[in-house]
């Protein structure tokens, strides 16, 4: 993990606490666990795109459980899961717009001279890495469908 992210969340979590935002405590607790297990599995810190993969995932089971609440009728645990998602993306580079994925998707088709659905693979993991945390993998997955087919 970047000195820089570390020191900045760990500050957010002070400040929180002297502030007495139980929640934002606890979320940015979450986040740092998270990467700390991560960094106990690899025996290594992480770099920043690792640390924007674990905040990506994190958002990303928070929406799948935002569905599921929803769905249930429980509107009060996926408002809970909402605020965690704002806390984690607080975290996150600015987000890219679809118009911006898009140009981004042609170049790297272009770049990479990915001609059918077979090169998508090659192109989804080239924008993974260009986009890292900037995009959402499920618009970035339909604009690639979107280009290639």
Known sequence: MSVDLRSSIK????????SGNKFRTITLRLIVS??????IN?????KDIECLQILEKMIKQRKDSIN???AA????????EKLEIQIIQEFM????S????SELVLKTISDLKAESMK???KVMAKMKELSAGKADAGIISQAVKKALS
């Open 11 to 18: 500050s957010e979590v002070t400040v929180s606490m002297k």
């Open 68 to 70: 599921q609440f929803e």
């Open 34 to 39: 998270a990467i700390q297990s991560e960094e």
């Open 73 to 80: 009728g429980r509107t009060e645990l996926a408002d809970k």
């Open 119 to 121: 090169d998508m693979g």
């Open 93 to 96: 580079p600015e987000q890219m």
């Open 42 to 46: 690899i025996k290594s810190e992480l």
């Open 98 to 101: 679809e118009e911006e994925v």
